[in-house]
């Protein structure tokens, strides 16, 4: 896959680039596995805003997409579809029963290709199986997180993680932040690559693009008065004259926020350590 490039008509144009859908094979989604959802627009049940920036953009109808795929299922990939509700492809899967399923797409899935899940298939591409079934060193994607619950990470376009070793009944993992993480030898894996590996290097180019996409325009703190933000007012453009922070006046560089402690101990290195060892 390419990334498309437009002639510079505008000054927007210019450089602007969109992703290139010649592996998308049906511009239509199959009706029973596609859900209309209310726009929420950043708020949560009460209408406070919980996200900012977030309202508009187009309507969007979400793919049901299945991450918790039974073993012993042998599919076959019927149409590769877009998503507009996440950065991967999706794959228009039929099993053996004649039931469609909307599965994660990866970059060796083609037309007419057949997947197998369980701890029994074989160790190819795109086939889904426990970890204790996958060789060490494989590069895998939309992995579980608690065995049966279904896949929770490594999902987002052109991503992926690879398995380091096996020690007792759990994996070592190394995740795309550098992050290694452990994991139960139940939990399943998909092998291969997340397709739409060019996702990364679109450029907007233009502000009415985004609006489209449902993001709203943002304001630096520091063009703000002092009221409205911790780093707003001054004369010109001066600097904060202090860390940098939140509109709520919490630090905005360095501070940790990590709360979940249970998990710790699945962390055998950090994303942080990763980065500094590069």
Same mark, same amino acid.
């Given at each position: 896959?390419?990334?498309?490039?437009?002639?510079?008509?505008?000054?927007? *144009?210019?450089?602007?680039?969109?992703?290139?859908?010649?592996?998308?094979?049906?511009?239509?989604?199959?009706?029973? /596995?596609?859900?209309?959802?209310?726009?929420?627009?950043?708020?949560? !049940?009460?209408?406070?805003?919980t996200?900012?920036?977030?309202? &508009?953009g187009?309507?969007?109808?979400? *793919?049901?997409?299945?991450?918790?795929?039974?073993?012993?299922?042998? /599919?076959?990939?019927?149409?590769? #579809?877009?998503?507009?509700?996440?950065?991967?492809?999706?794959?228009?899967?039929?099993?053996?029963?004649?039931?469609?399923?909307?599965?994660?797409?990866?970059?060796?899935?083609?037309?007419?290709?057949?997947?197998?899940?369980?701890?029994?298939?074989?160790?190819?591409?795109? !086939?889904?199986?426990?970890?204790?079934?996958?060789?060490?060193?494989?590069?895998?994607?939309?992995? #579980?997180?608690?065995?049966?619950?279904?896949?929770?990470?490594?999902?987002?376009a &052109?991503?992926?993680?690879? /398995?380091?070793?096996?020690?007792? !009944?759990?994996?070592?993992?190394?995740?795309?932040?550098?992050?290694? *993480?452990?994991?139960?030898?139940?939990?399943?894996?998909s /092998?291969?690559?997340?397709?739409?590996?060019?996702?990364?290097?679109?450029?907007?180019?233009?502000?009415?693009?985004?609006?489209?996409?449902?993001?709203?325009?943002?304001?630096?703190?520091?063009?703000? !008065?002092?009221?409205?933000?911790?780093?707003?007012?001054?004369?010109?453009?001066? &600097?904060?004259?202090?860390?940098?922070?939140?509109?709520?006046?919490?630090?905005?560089? &360095?501070?940790?926020?990590?709360?979940?402690?249970?998990?710790?101990?699945m962390?055998v290195?950090?994303?942080? #350590?990763?980065?500094?060892?590069?």
């Open positions: 896959m390419a990334v498309k490039q437009y002639n510079p008509t505008t000054p927007a *144009r210019r450089g602007m680039t969109s992703q290139d859908l010649s592996e998308v094979t049906t511009r239509k989604p199959l009706k029973s /596995l596609v859900k209309a959802g209310k726009q929420k627009a950043g708020r949560n !049940n009460t209408g406070k805003i996200v900012r920036h977030r309202g &508009g187009v309507k969007r109808h979400y *793919r049901l997409v299945n991450h918790a795929m039974p073993a012993n299922m042998t /599919l076959t990939v019927e149409e590769i #579809e877009y998503d507009p509700g996440r950065s991967a492809r999706i794959a228009r899967v039929k099993d053996q029963h004649g039931l469609y399923h909307y599965i994660l797409a990866d970059t060796a899935m083609t037309k007419g290709a057949v997947i197998k899940t369980g701890a029994d298939a074989p160790v190819e591409s795109s !086939n889904r199986m426990p970890l204790a079934s996958i060789p060490v060193g494989a590069q895998i994607y939309a992995i #579980e997180i608690n065995p049966g619950r279904g896949a929770q990470m490594v999902r987002s &052109g991503t992926k993680a690879q /398995l380091m070793a096996k020690e007792g !009944n759990y994996a070592m993992v190394r995740m795309p932040s550098g992050e290694v *993480r452990r994991f139960r030898l139940e939990c399943e894996a /092998l291969g690559v997340v397709g739409n590996i060019q996702h990364q290097n679109v450029k907007l180019g233009s502000a009415g693009r985004r609006r489209r996409m449902g993001w709203r325009p943002s304001v630096h703190g520091k063009a703000m !008065n002092p009221a409205d933000h911790p780093m707003g007012g001054g004369e010109g453009k001066t &600097g904060p004259g202090r860390i940098p922070k939140t509109p709520w006046g919490k630090p905005a560089i &360095g501070f940790k926020t990590r709360r979940r402690k249970s998990t710790n101990k962390i290195r950090s994303r942080h #350590e990763a980065k500094r060892k590069r």
